[in-house]
């Protein structure tokens, strides 16, 4: 079969590629990104149309604007290899392929293509620890029903001994129950809610306004949250208080990192072409909780999204864990870099159905 030059869907095809692709007009602005190009610099091409390259394309380590004026007055293609670009928060090592576009003997583009060279190690790493903590959590909540049930037989056991003695006695039955109760709550939070999530369609942005009053509310007065919403992204199909329960857990544990003074961004954007643990998306919802705290210890950055693992003296572990646990509930995942002074948790949501 034959196909119509005039029927190709160029930029559908442009949309399936995994490499990111990039088109800049003569005065270094942005024109065009595919899908894969919108999540490596985390937003939608409305968001970042006519921005100029060197502030979507952070490149610390070279002159990029420099690059760009050469290749345009030599009508020659430019290469970096292993170069590290900065599109949002974190870093990223990529190839770089830069090639100027000419009508008529006269530049009218710059196409830029980038291949992320950590891409599948990333979606491997991701994969694995998916499956570390969902075999930890299946262990914990095993070991949680086992606990429940003895729990039950000592409280009844200190109500009945409570009816028989008197005096001083009565304070250690009272021990005994307040214990068995403190345990009981402890155990269902680590088992998690019996009832099936109520999914309905709603705005993300509400969900995610509603925890950033709930804890501005319960924060000292130096501490700040600020807002950066997405408004392009769609409603999504969620369990809302679940949802507001995940975000909650974090934002707090956020809060809680930066002490007295500090601020917390939460910030949301579309990601495009997310794989989380075997199923491909096309589109998903992301949720970044950025704070400017002192950052997670290098020997628990693996570990965070564990039962009972925190860095806080004051901490039970469970807020993340149970964070993780909730979205997953939605098909999701949560990702976590730090350093002194920038922690970012991402929380992706699929908008779209897996693999389609």
Known sequence: MRINRGQLDYRHILNNLSDCVFLFNRDKQLIYVNDAGEQLVGGSFRHFLNQDVTNLL???YIDLEKDFNRSIRTGISFVHRDLVIAPTETSIT???????????????????????????????????????????????RGLAHEVKNPLG????????????????????????????????????????????????PHNIH?????????????????????????????????????????????????????????????????????????????LSAKIDVVDNGPGIPSNLIDQIFYPLVTGRPEGTGLGLSIAQSLITQHQGMIKCTSEPGKTIFSIFLPLSNGNE
């Open 58 to 60: 952070k490149c610390p």
């Open 206 to 282: 509400n969900i995610v306004e509603r925890v950033r009053q709930l804890v501005q509310a319960e924060s000292p007065a130096g501490v700040t949250i600020k807002r950066d919403f997405d408004p392009s992204i769609p409603d999504l199909v969620c369990d809302q208080d679940r949802l507001i329960q995940a975000i909650l857990n974090i934002v707090r544990n956020a809060s809680q990192a930066i002490g007295k003074t500090g601020e917390i961004k939460l910030q949301t954007r579309i990601s495009r072409n997310m794989t989380i643990g075997s199923k491909h998306h096309k």
């Open 153 to 200: 037989g000592i409280r009844g056991a200190a109500q009945l001994l409570a009816q028989e003695l008197h005096g001083e006695y009565n304070e250690y039955t009272r021990i005994i129950i307040d214990e068995s109760d403190r345990l009981q709550a402890l155990v269902e939070r680590i088992v998690g809610p019996n009832k099936p999530p109520q999914m309905a």
């Open 94 to 140: 990529v190839d770089f392929i830069a090639t100027p576009v000419f009508e008529k003997n006269e530049f009218t583009s710059m196409l830029i293509e980038i291949q992320q060279l950590d891409r599948h190690l990333k979606i491997s790493r991701e994969e694995q620890l998916l499956s570390q903590q969902n075999a930890s959590r299946l262990l914990l």
